[in-house]
């Protein structure tokens, strides 16, 4: 499942509530859960940021993102995924994404995961915007490779 | 006859418009578009394109009705 | 912090309790999360599996976790981590483990978490019995590889 | 002057009992632990061994009222 949130979201709490709906297919089968939560920090490249705004391409976001989860389901077998994504305005300690993966085996749910992510840092249509100390405002203009440090 | 161009991100804010019509012309492609709307901006070389949601590159031909987007190298998760 | 639990538990609710006492060390800091949930699955090596009972050495358990978890902050720049293992009678769909890590970034998230349940499946000393469909029980003799498939 | 000893899991099932004591002669290893307790079983070739919960390899010495523990590989997670 994808979800775009506009104000806050508790991401254990999401999987909690979607595991609900899910638990009768993945009855018995699921082995191996793996969870990726991405929080805003109040610094990036050595300056202090107090806040930032999101922004997305409406309905290429949603297409992008079922692409991602369509690609790691063709490499790996997984049994289920969710991803939920924050928009608007965000400050420090907020969630920014989850991505939940479940596989039968735990390569494949670790593997998966992290493809999600990346693919979803290189390829889905969100963009930062950073507020910094002084008021004063930059797009962060290229994510980093999430495979090496 | 015309294409609806979207930018986005600091894009938006360099060209200073979030939105755009572009007179459709059969042949022309994702480049063309760009050169038409904004002859005096030289196109950033990261530039990204999407035509109806889905990436292509600049030399993609674009369609009557499509809607073509520029934006930057996207930073999200 | 490493837990040692006799009766189930839900992860992510584990998570949101130890996060509360964590918040105020991570504050700012934290802008990546990786979770592991490892579920007891219904079949195994091509048979049902009805329960399972996992032995573990008190004390050599614990002692064993902290080295992991201590080899892993070597590693990786760590802000905290987050071991919960089952013990004692299981059954289908029960939680057995959850590890979580966190971290400034996403990388170093998920290649610690890994880590950790690599090491805890090669050199922490539980063990699982599994029971049949037949009621015949067999000791589980060896744990795969995780980096592989 | 003794060493307690443990068993765990499928060795534990195998050998009858959870616990022993072996009378410590010094200049003893792991192995010799095994031998004296068990000398007319053959130890299993993937057997661990943990000095005081710690893991040591077969030849390491013992000390006197060290907890000697022998296990199977292990399968937890």
């Keep these: 499942m994808i979800k775009i949130c506009t104000s806050a979201f508790e991401p254990y709490k999401e999987i909690e509530a979607y595991q609900i709906q899910q638990k009768k297919?993945?009855?018995?089968?699921?082995?191996?859960?793996?969870?990726?939560?991405?929080?805003?920090?109040?610094?990036?490249?050595?300056?202090?940021?107090?806040?930032?705004?999101?922004?997305?391409?409406?309905?290429?976001?949603?297409?992008?993102?079922?692409?991602?989860?369509?690609?790691?389901?063709?490499?790996?077998p997984l049994l289920d995924s969710l991803v939920i994504h924050r928009v608007g305005d965000v400050f420090p300690d907020d969630v920014l994404v989850l991505v939940a993966v479940w596989s039968a085996h735990r390569g494949a749910a670790f593997d998966a995961c992290r493809f999600i992510m990346e693919?979803?840092?290189?390829?889905?249509?969100?963009?930062k915007k950073e507020i910094l100390k002084d008021g004063e405002c930059r797009w962060v203009d290229k994510n980093t490779d999430g495979y090496v440090g | 006859m015309s294409i609806k161009v979207r930018y986005f991100a600091s894009l938006k804010e360099l060209i200073g418009q979030a939105t755009d019509d572009c007179e459709f012309v059969s042949g022309m492609t994702v480049q063309d578009?760009?050169?038409?709307?904004?002859?005096?901006?030289?196109?950033?070389?990261?530039?990204?394109?999407?035509?109806?949601?889905?990436?292509?590159?600049?030399?993609?031909?674009?369609?009557?009705?499509?809607?073509l987007a520029f934006f930057p190298p996207v930073t999200g998760g």
Aim: charged share 25%; aromatic share 8%.
């Design chain 2, 33 to 67: 578009v760009w050169q038409k709307l904004l002859p005096e901006k030289s196109m950033p070389a990261n530039i990204l394109a999407a035509i109806n949601m889905e990436y292509v590159s600049l030399d993609t031909l674009v369609k009557d009705a499509d809607e």
């Design chain 1, 25 to 76: 297919s993945l009855a018995g089968k699921q082995g191996a859960a793996n969870v990726f939560v991405g929080t805003m920090r109040d610094f990036n490249e050595g300056e202090e940021v107090k806040g930032m705004t999101l922004e997305h391409y409406p309905g290429m976001t949603e297409k992008q993102l079922q692409h991602v989860l369509a690609e790691a389901a063709e490499q790996w």
């Design chain 1, 119 to 127: 693919a979803l840092k290189s390829k889905v249509p969100f963009w």
